[in-house]
């Protein structure tokens, strides 16, 4: 099959009834004469996929897609295949919502097996029933942003991706009216993603439980979360228990429930898998979450629900619900009351992980930063699938103010930029009439968007470009670029951009008092006429960047028209928003918003866009440093901008924001995280929703490699790049930066009376430095010689 080509797969699904959260069973029969080791399967379902050959598990995950593109996954698959019969089994999924990562259209599966000369394609040899072990229709979301919990009932499965299964008469052919129209599928733009070892299982707690027989109407969360739980010592529980197996006792469970709490270790994201023995129609209930603050996990909060159910067939059974993946650290299952004992083999997450490594790297005398490094590398990894998401427990979706920053960590983390792209394009294609871009991206869930985020898509467009030097993508979108940008240039008033109006906005700017845009547990909606600084100030970066970009493209005239409105607007924040009693920019002006309100977000905007100039951005670099300032702090997103803002007077700034990265990060480590969390209040944030991983606090590994290193791209794909560490507060530390033509390295050592610096690098790039700096002492190697 040719590569990265439009293949014109035929779309099935059975024309039944069509329900939400729908689980078909596809089965396809075929004789092979010869194997041919290279054969390949392409695939494609408008909600999710999971496919087998010959009993055993191939390839699951339809990427996130829009459905005028519908993408395909390719995999090699002849290790499973075998002379003589074989059969392709695909369970097909139907999400029939809408949800932040997902759009829904008809639903609809089509796949295309080659092996050889042989073709075996999605058509009227496959046959269908709607799936007997998962209950279909209206459930329980696991939240709004995400999809269903789920309920399995083993007792239902007959063995039917078994290569030698004989389809039984509830199996139907599809039929003329069940082939489907949609689009030409393209080859999905990312890798496949990779599934891990299965990761420990670490009985950490142990007992009965009772429920309360008259709650019928909770799910499965509220169930679990309810359950009242009565702690046993492991020989009451357990008739034997090893490293590998527990097995509950049997008259434990004749009158009594019994629950299991695991350790996997470290926060994780993957696919729920069991491993039970048990009498038939045992019901588990299983619940994921990141913490035991509850003294159990919390399945059930604010709606939410992160608990689903699984019932057991005869004998063994090994099993793996590959539609959704699930965050956190702990499980809990709830066993209900059965007819014997049950044999607990194995109970925890397949992770799931996109294919990257970190490349770059980060390592100084200081253990506290390199732990601070590896757990930004690994909570950004844990954010990373189809595309980067704020969080993997409670939301997957991708925001463009969340992407820009992990996007940024992730050039140095890992030195790999097709994600990024492909993250990039997902919110690019997600422009709506109004100019704006949706909430996240691929999504039509919602109706209104943050405008503040579409600016820094532009300014992560920009980013992309500097970094990868990746021209035919951003020339690709520089029509659609100017055409935002021009319709808010023409809105402007006096060189302002007035707030848009209406439902169809949410104006956050951070989860800080007076930024979060949310008035009486509802999004304050603007309808006269108002100014903010964060979203001008937003908008001015993005004018910055996109200027910068149309340089980079050979677009000078663009750039400067860029530009000149970005010092426009510059001058009308310095007039109308400087506030001289106060010595800093107020954030808001006319309408309905905050009187006298400072906060810290707007004097670093206000530092990073120039609009403050040298003297002001002296008084407002002093004051940031101050806790006493009375402004309203930045929180663990937006302080990425505050510690930009001092790290552009790094002489005199930068320690003071390496030593506030050790105190605030540090907190979060030595509480116990595994990664770091959305804001610093945990997972007591948000009416106790709050998530313990999040992309954007792993901005840290940005920091030191920007700054302890000094390496940044000063032309796009880094041909010409800067070496300026500080060098005022770590004795000694080395490093990588990756590039799109090889490894940048810096080895740093102070001595009595300079910092010796040794610089490895491409020989096709250019490395600047200040010469003249007398505390540094400079050796250079245009080739690797570490």
């Known amino acids: ?219 499965f969360a509220e169930l679990m979360q309810s359950d009242f739980l009565s702690f046993s010592l492991t020989a009451d529980i357990f008739q034997e228990s090893t490293s590998q197996s527990v097995e509950i006792k049997g008259e434990v469970l004749k009158e009594n429930g019994a629950y299991l709490i695991i350790d996997m270790g470290r926060e994780e994201c993957g696919f729920l898998t069991l491993d039970v023995e048990g009498p038939q129609g045992t019901v588990i209930d299983i619940a994921v979450g990141e913490h035991l603050e509850d003294l159990r996990v919390r399945a059930s909060v604010g709606g939410r629900n992160f608990a689903s159910r699984y019932i057991c067939g005869e004998s063994r059974q090994h099993f793996t619900h590959y539609n959704n993946r699930y965050a956190g650290r702990f499980l809990e299952l709830h066993i209900s009351p059965s007819r014997g004992p049950i044999k607990i083999n194995y109970a925890g997450i397949i992770p799931v992980e996109y294919p990257v490594s970190v490349e770059g790297g980060f390592n100084s005398l200081d253990s506290l930063m390199n732990r601070i490094y590896d757990v930004s590398c690994r909570t950004l990894h844990l954010c990373m699938h189809e595309h980067y998401e704020d969080c993997p427990w409670r939301e997957q979706g991708l925001y463009a103010n969340d992407a820009r920053i992990q996007a940024l960590v992730g050039y140095y983390a890992f030195g790999e930029y097709d994600f990024p792209r492909v993250s990039f394009d997902l919110l690019g294609r997600s422009h709506r009439e109004d100019n704006y871009l949706t909430l996240t991206a691929p999504s039509r869930a919602v109706d209104f968007t943050i405008p503040s985020f579409t600016m820094l898509w532009f300014v992560a467009m920009d980013d992309l470009l500097l970094f990868s030097g990746n021209r035919e993508f951003s020339e690709s979108y520089l029509p659609q670029i100017q055409t935002m940008l021009d319709s808010y240039i023409a809105s402007c008033t006096e060189g302002l951009l007035p707030c848009p109006k209406g439902k169809a906005y949410w104006h956050f700017y951070d989860w800080a008092d007076g930024l979060e845009g949310v008035e009486g547990g509802e999004w304050e909606t603007v309808e006269s006429l108002r100014f903010d600084a964060p979203l001008n100030l937003f908008f001015v970066m993005a004018l910055q960047s996109v200027a910068r970009m149309c340089r980079g493209l050979g677009r000078n005239d663009l750039g400067e028209k860029y530009r000149e409105q970005a010092e426009v607007t510059c001058r009308a924040i310095d007039r109308k928003f400087w506030v001289e009693s106060e010595q800093a920019y107020q954030t808001y002006l006319g309408g309905q918003g905050v009187d006298n309100h400072f906060c810290e977000l707007v004097q670093a905007q206000a530092i990073l866009t120039g609009t403050a100039g040298k003297g002001r951005s002296g008084i407002l670099r002093r004051k940031l440093t101050d806790e006493g300032n009375g402004w309203v702090a930045a929180t663990l997103s937006q302080s990425f901008y505050k510690y930009e803002a001092l790290c552009g007077d790094s002489d005199n700034y930068a320690s003071w924001v390496f030593a506030d990265i050790e105190k605030t990060w540090s907190k979060m480590l030595s509480n116990g995280a595994t990664s770091f969390w959305e804001t610093i209040k945990g997972h007591a944030d948000f009416d106790h929703a709050g998530s313990l991983c999040h992309g954007w606090s792993a901005s840290p590994a940005y920091f030191y490699q920007t700054y302890l290193l000094g390496i940044k791209p000063l032309d796009n794909g880094f041909k010409r790049f800067s070496v300026a560490p500080v060098v005022n507060r770590i004795d000694q530390a080395e490093g990588t930066v990756m590039t799109p033509v090889g490894a940048i390295k810096v080895r740093r050592k102070n001595s009595e009376t300079k910092t010796e610096v040794e610089v490895s690098y491409p020989e096709e790039l250019e490395p600047i430095v200040d010469l003249d700096d007398p505390r540094v002492e400079w050796v250079f190697n245009p080739t690797d010689r570490f």
């Open 1 to 219: 099959m040719g590569q990265n080509q439009p293949i014109a797969l035929e779309w099935i699904w059975p024309a039944v009834k069509k329900q939400v959260n729908q689980y078909v069973q596809f089965h396809h029969a075929f004789p092979l004469d010869a194997v041919d080791l290279d054969a390949r399967l392409r695939i494609s379902c408008e909600g999710n996929f999971t496919a087998y050959i010959n009993g055993e598990f191939v390839v699951t995950g339809q990427f996130g897609d829009y459905p005028d593109r519908p993408t395909f996954s390719e995999v090699r698959v002849g290790e499973f295949l075998q002379e003589g019969k074989n059969v392709l089994s695909v369970v097909g999924y139907h999400f029939g919502i809408e949800h932040f990562s997902h759009i829904s259209s008809d639903p609809a599966l089509a796949y295309c097996l080659c092996c050889g000369t042989e073709v075996v394609a999605s058509g009227r040899e496959t046959r269908w029933r709607l799936h007997g072990g998962y209950r279909s229709g209206e459930m329980a979301q696991i939240t709004t942003q995400m999809g269903f919990v789920f309920e399995y009932d083993a007792q239902k499965i007959d063995g039917w991706i078994e290569s030698d299964y004989v389809c039984s008469p509830d199996w139907k052919r599809i039929a003329r009216s069940d082939f489907v129209n949609r689009a030409v599928a393209i080859e999905r733009p990312l890798p496949i993603l990779e599934l891990k070892a299965p990761t420990s299982m670490r009985i950490i707690a142990q007992g009965k439980f009772v429920r309360d027989g008259s709650a019928k109407d909770k799910t």
